[in-house]
């Protein structure tokens, strides 16, 4: 079984910066490719950014291109989003989630394990 635990996530200013951390337990987290998804009130959950099974890929949504990093440490089973330049409509539930294939892929219905979310509100 595959447990992921979201942290880092708070208040921050217009501006600002935030880094979300997703620890993984179980077995082959070296294997698959990781994501972070984001919801906020009353809209759909939303793919932010994809990581493949080595780090050597990524791809991020448009609406973060540019401000937002992710990354992953298969030593420690840990993958991390950089939040930078941080705007009021970034404010949603973060998720990081493992994917089902090797390659970073963006269609929620390709993960198959979740986070409990960790909550992220930008002030204006």
């Known amino acids: 079984q595959v447990q992921l635990v979201e942290s880092g996530g708070g208040l921050v200013q217009a501006g600002g910066s935030l880094r979300l951390s997703c620890a993984a337990s179980?077995?082959?987290?070296?294997?698959?490719?990781m994501g972070w998804f984001r919801q906020a009130p009353g809209k759909d959950r939303e793919f932010v950014a994809t990581?493949?099974?080595?780090?050597?890929?990524?791809d991020y949504a448009d609406s973060v291109k540019g401000r937002f990093t992710i990354s992953r440490d298969n030593a420690k089973n840990t993958v991390y989003l950089q939040m930078n330049s941080l705007k009021p409509e970034d404010t949603a539930v973060y998720y990081c989630?493992?994917?089902?294939?090797?390659?970073?892929?963006?269609?929620?219905?390709?993960?198959?394990?979740w986070g409990q979310g960790t909550q992220v509100t930008v002030s204006s």
């Open positions: 989630a493992r994917a089902r294939t090797p390659g970073g892929v963006r269609e929620s219905g390709r993960y198959d394990y």
């Open positions: 179980g077995r082959l987290f070296i294997t698959y490719a």
């Open positions: 990581v493949s099974w080595n780090g050597g890929s990524t």
